[in-house]
């Protein structure tokens, strides 16, 4: 089982390589692929050290997957390269999520779509996975009308930069900027570029993705992106909407009984979801479930996740575990 990773040395890459330990995903050669400038470097897999190859060195290699993390330019210049010579490339880039002709993944969600003949496989963004699974089974049982989502995001979301920004504002340090303002003690509503609509690409990532998975295409969504100071996960506020009428009690119990879903909701003690508390886990919690009392068969509700973890890594990696158990990777 040879496996690929693609930007093995960047803040999601390095969180697959150590989730393929943890998972005992059987690994039995790995190829880390990084920048020209990192080839023969050495990385550390299993207490053992690994040298840093060259794409096109992975590319013959012919692995069974490669897990790709290194943007979109990278992924189009190269996925189709990797998957010509049959290997799996699951992406964690925007490169191919809308491509009606690959199939996006959140394996408890919609795993059951892929068949052995899908070779480029999308991984959501990490906003999404987080909000379909926590709704996906709601819209199953009472079908969504509307969602509203505000997005209070980690900067482990933009990159290594982002991170070297916050702890030099912290430090009282001048550095190199990853976002247009200070961040730290700051909450910028901007994620990503603006469209032409004043969204930005964030944003309209939550409402074609969300269509997209749960085979909605009329699905009335809007979101709001927000960057906050986090290092831990990103939070979620969803309002939504559904088409019939529910009891609190049982969206609980559906949410309990879901697979890779947390419920953590006892204002009682306050007890909730935060993404410091959540950080190095991969389920996604679920807390301050209550009925919207402005708005007919209306519910609120807060979505917490490690977005490196399962926003990235961990569901790469459970779409790749998902393809070894059923025959079709």
């Not at 969600?109 to 699974?133: W, Y």
């Not at 290594?160 to 702890?167: G, N, S, Y």
């Not at 953590?264 to 003690?269: E, F, G, M, Y």
């Amino acid at each position: 089982m040879k496996v690929a990773v693609v930007g093995a040395t960047g803040l999601v890459g390095t969180v697959m390589l150590r989730l393929l330990e943890e998972r005992n995903f059987p690994v039995t050669q790995l190829l880390p692929v990084a920048s020209e400038k990192s080839v023969g470097k050495k990385i550390t897999f299993r207490g053992k050290e690994v040298e840093v190859v060259s794409m096109q060195y992975a590319i013959d290699e012919k692995p069974v997957f490669a897990l790709f993390s290194a943007g979109g330019e990278t992924s189009l210049a190269f996925a189709e390269q990797f998957a010509a010579n049959g290997t799996v490339v699951i992406d964690n880039s925007s490169a191919w999520r809308m491509d009606p002709s690959k199939k996006l993944i959140v394996p408890e969600v919609n795993g059951q779509e892929l068949i052995k003949e899908d070779k480029i496989i999308a991984n959501p963004n990490c906003s999404t996975i987080q909000l379909m699974m926590a709704m996906a089974p709601l819209h199953q049982k009472y079908g969504i009308e509307r969602m509203v989502i505000s997005t209070y995001q980690s900067i482990t979301g933009t990159g290594v930069k982002a991170v070297q920004q916050l702890e030099n504002e912290q430090k009282g340090i001048e550095g190199e900027m990853a976002y247009s303002y200070q961040i730290h003690q700051n909450a910028i509503p901007q994620c990503d570029v603006f469209l032409e609509n004043d969204y930005t690409k964030e944003e309209m990532k939550l409402v074609l993705e969300s269509r997209k998975i749960l085979s909605a295409p009329n699905l009335k969504v809007t979101a709001t992106a927000v960057r906050i100071p986090v290092i831990g996960g990103h939070s979620e506020s969803v309002n939504v909407t559904f088409k019939n009428d529910f009891k609190v009690e049982d969206i609980k119990s559906i949410l309990n009984n879901t697979q890779g879903v947390v419920v953590h909701d006892n204002p009682a003690k306050n007890e909730y979801p935060m993404p410091f508390y959540k950080k190095e886990q991969d389920e996604v919690f679920v807390g301050r479930i209550r009925r919207d009392e402005s708005a007919e068969n209306s519910l609120n509700l807060w979505i917490v996740s490690d977005n490196l973890r399962k926003g990235a890594a961990t569901n790469a990696i459970q779409i790749a575990e998902y393809l070894v158990a059923s025959g079709k990777g």
